[in-house]
């Protein structure tokens, strides 16, 4: 009796077939998603003494858009509690520095009026409000927040502001309430290791779909 010797597939390797390569992985590059951050409420009395800059210790400048002014902003940096002459020369390297920016619309302009349906059975899609950096946070310390009883004032929720991170830049989004109120302030504030250079447009002001460009104090990049 003759015995034929058959290869099954699985003993390739041992009928001297080697068994073909495993095609090498292919990189796929990640796309990074904003980032959620946790909102703190603003309080003041946490603060120290503010830097005093070229344009003193709270410089203002108007944020126009279209040949018009539509809001105001009103910033200033402060240094840890406790501290009675803020200069970052003479600060211990690694001190933190709280950036705050109150911007107030503009009287004149036109109010937001959500619809609800309670209200008339419709919904109304509202142009987007928000502020926001235009440059990365640098040596933020994931401290940011902004005025909850300012947003309760002005946009009519004390919780109506999302606070994300895309791409290291900071984002302060009305995501509920009754529209933002011309005339009313909403104070921004984040913190950083890093102290000012000076004002920079670094900023941005979205409102009524119109987008404006800002002006405030900003930490340099690293060289």
């Not at 928000?130 to 004390?158: D, H, I, P």
Request: aromatic share 6%; proline share 11%; net charge negative.
């Amino acid at each position: 009796m003759r015995l034929l010797l058959v290869c099954a597939p699985l003993a390739l390797a041992a009928c001297g077939e080697a068994p073909e390569p495993e095609p090498a992985p292919t990189a796929t590059p990640t796309v990074a998603a904003p980032r959620t951050l946790v909102a703190a409420d603003f309080d003041p009395a946490t603060l120290g003494a503010k830097i005093v800059g070229p344009q003193g210790p709270e410089p203002e400048a108007a944020i126009m858009a279209d040949g018009r002014e539509i809001a105001r902003i009103k910033s200033f940096v402060a240094c840890p509690e406790g501290v009675t002459e803020c200069v970052p020369a003479d600060m211990p390297e690694g001190t933190v520095y709280t950036y705050v920016h109150e911007v107030t619309l503009a009287d004149d302009l036109e109010p937001q009026v959500i619809e609800t349906p309670e209200a008339s059975g419709a919904v109304m899609e509202v142009p987007a409000s928000l502020f926001r950096m235009t440059q990365a946070a640098q040596g933020f310390n994931r401290s940011v927040g902004y005025s909850r009883a300012q947003a309760e004032t002005a946009l009519g929720a004390g919780d109506a502001i999302q606070v994300s991170s895309d791409s290291g830049e900071i984002i302060w989004r009305v995501t509920a309430g009754s529209g933002w109120k011309p005339g009313m302030p909403v104070t921004f504030w984040w913190q950083s290791t890093i102290p000012p250079k000076g004002p920079a447009d670094a900023y941005s002001l979205e409102v009524n779909g119109v987008t404006a460009s800002a002006k405030g104090p900003f930490p340099p990049a690293a060289e």
